[in-house]
């Protein structure tokens, strides 16, 4: 007799494979739900950005809401210009981008080409820790440490600046950038770069040529990424950038961006329902659709790009 088999001879591989069906069934249905929830969620956020903006866009022309060039919806002479806010957003962003991309690219090459094995187990988690501060710590260095030693170096820098803040930001994303890069770059095969050396190439060469282009799309990925967290980011502009709506591309004077002006109405006495309450999320839908366009642009990228070398 069989060890699968009961002493009639009926087999017990049956009533197993009948359980395993029904946990198997048990995980779908668990990994299901919470993908519906994860779906119905950002449905639900959306719909309400929706909802909110139009009943803002039945007060307020839309060619307004383009053209004006001041944002002072909390003062007497309303004014609705979002590229006030949107220049800003994308001032410290230009700032933090200038600063996290090189140094975060250059930190994964290192991590990935020239570390020792054992010190790219130590380096890696360490730079990570970075990842972890939370963004009030960095908007206090920014505003506390960062502004004083470049008020020495600057003469005119204000208090509250663009500078200090896309600094600090640039610094808060590296992580980011350096991670995702890092780990782009280490899963190219192996035998491209010996196929290069094989040819001559020197390490620089092989790092340029091959390594760099062949993990293209995960590098772009990862700065789309920082981008998208730059510009969403909070804590840090509005402790370090101030809250001064304006017009320009000066990084000496304060600024407010997106994230900024919605902080300074959620925390205020603004009614709900009032049109300066509305304002938050006709600025929240503009973000959305930067974020979203950048997402989409990044998805594009990176197709197009695994298409021309497959």
């Known amino acids: 007799m069989s060890a699968t088999s009961t002493p009639d001879g009926s087999s017990l591989w049956r009533p197993k494979r ?17 993908a519906f929830v994860s779906v119905a969620t950002t449905i639900g956020i959306v719909l309400t950005l929706i909802f909110e903006t139009v009943s803002f866009f ?6 307004r809401f383009l053209t004006d060039r001041a944002w002072t919806p909390l003062f007497a002479n309303k004014q609705f210009g979002i590229m006030v806010l949107i220049s800003a957003t994308l001032l410290t962003s230009a700032i ?5 991309l090189p140094i975060g690219l250059l930190a994964a090459i ?3 080409e020239y570390a020792p ?5 130590w380096l890696k988690p360490a730079l990570e820790i970075l990842a972890g501060v939370p963004t009030v710590v960095f908007g206090y260095f920014a505003l506390l440490t960062v502004t004083p030693f470049l008020q020495k170096l600057i003469p005119g820098l ?10 600090v930001l640039g610094v808060s994303i590296i992580p980011l950038v350096a991670s995702l890069s890092e780990d782009a770059i280490y899963a190219v095969p192996r035998s491209l770069r010996d196929g290069a050396y094989a040819l001559g190439a020197t390490k620089r060469e092989t790092i340029v040529s091959v390594v760099l282009p062949a993990a293209l799309s995960g590098i772009v990925a990862s700065f789309i990424l920082a ?21 320009g591309i000066n990084p ?7 994230t900024a002006y919605i902080v300074q109405v959620s925390k205020g006495d603004t009614p709900a329902g009032s049109l300066a309450y509305k304002t938050i999320f006709a600025v929240g839908m503009t973000l959305f659709l930067i974020t979203l366009a950048l997402n989409i642009f990044s998805y594009w990228f990176v197709r197009r790009f695994r298409e021309k070398y497959e």
Request: glycine residues 6%; hydrophobic residues 55%; contains cysteine.
């Open 252 to 258: 000496l004077v304060p600024i407010q961006t997106m």
């Open 110 to 112: 290192c991590l990935s």
């Open 227 to 247: 981008i998208s967290r730059a510009i969403g980011e909070t804590m840090i502009v509005t402790i370090a950038a101030g809250q001064n709506p304006s017009l």
């Open 117 to 121: 094995a054992r010190m790219r187990r």
């Open 96 to 100: 933090a981008i200038a600063v996290a």
């Open 18 to 34: 009948a359980a395993s069906k029904r946990v198997e069934a048990l995980v779908k249905g668990i990994f299901a739900t919470f």
């Open 58 to 63: 039945s007060e307020v022309p839309i060619w």
């Open 158 to 167: 204000q208090g509250f600046n663009a500078l200090s803040a896309g600094l």
